[in-house]
């Protein structure tokens, strides 16, 4: 079973960039999934980021589409998100996750099977 | 603003049978799936592609869809089933995805 685990820096300065990388163990990232960001601010729901599909095609979050990219290293059995022009707005637990889409017939479906741990970004001077 | 609406807040006596719901139109096309996250873990997958419980789920989570809203049933609720529930689909448009605002679950 793939496990995933997310790391990179914990703190970033306001109007940087944030960068973050998902390892894949256990299994590839090169199946017919789509990985996929996910954050937390404290106290707060869950927000999708994007995703990014094993072939390369790209969505995000409408909200964020300005400031984000996502992409695959299949050769590092990885994904990695970059959010620039950050603020304190971007605080929030990170998570990665692999996301499974699928039709069969009379229902469309979609959902994230496996979660990395999550990793906490502070934005702060 | 989510296109996923839920109830902020819910309680059941210990026992006795929940219901979690959720209410969106891309409910008519997509079925939700379900997540549960206790403080300070990373949510976990509990329903999904219809009525389905991933390994380690126990039977008693159980989940329908009907038109514009989903639920999340728990019968005989646990102590260990007290955290925040959130629903989840791909928007209207099939790009995007979209999650409820979230419900904590109270076990009383």
């Known amino acids: 079973q793939v496990q995933l685990q997310e790391s990179g820096p914990g703190l970033v300065k306001p109007s940087g960039t944030l960068s973050l990388t998902c390892a894949a163990s256990?299994?590839?990232?090169?199946?017919?999934?789509?990985w996929t960001w996910v954050r937390q601010p404290p106290g707060k729901g869950l927000e999708w980021i994007g995703e990014?599909?094993?072939?390369?095609?790209?969505n995000y979050n409408s909200s964020l589409k300005s400031r984000v990219g996502i992409s695959l290293d299949k050769s590092k059995n990885e994904f990695s998100l970059n959010l620039n022009s950050v603020t304190a707005a971007d605080t929030a637990v990170y998570y990665c996750?692999?996301?499974?889409?699928?039709?069969?017939?009379?229902?469309?479906?979609?959902?994230?099977?496996?979660w990395g741990k999550g990793t906490t970004v502070t934005v702060s001077s | 603003s989510s296109e996923l609406t839920q109830d902020p807040a819910v309680s059941v006596a210990l026992g006795q049978t929940v219901r979690i719901t959720c209410q969106g139109d891309?409910?008519?096309?997509?079925?939700a799936t379900w997540y549960q996250q206790k403080p300070g873990q990373a949510p976990i997958l509990v329903i999904y592609?219809?009525?389905n419980r991933p390994s380690g789920i126990p039977d008693r989570f159980s989940g329908s869809n009907s038109g514009n809203t989903a639920s999340l049933t728990i019968t005989g609720a646990q102590a260990e089933d007290e955290a925040d529930y959130y629903c989840?689909?791909?928007?209207?448009?099939?790009?995007?995805?979209?999650f409820g605002g979230g419900t904590k679950l109270t076990v009383l």
């Open positions: 996750a692999r996301s499974t889409s699928f039709y069969d017939s009379t229902n469309y479906y979609y959902y994230m099977d496996v």
């Open positions: 256990g299994g590839s990232i090169s199946t017919s999934n789509w």
């Open positions: 990014i599909y094993h072939g390369g095609s790209t």
């Open positions: 891309t409910l008519r096309n997509y079925y």
């Open positions: 592609a219809k009525n």
């Open positions: 989840n689909s791909r928007d209207s448009s099939g790009t995007h995805v979209v």
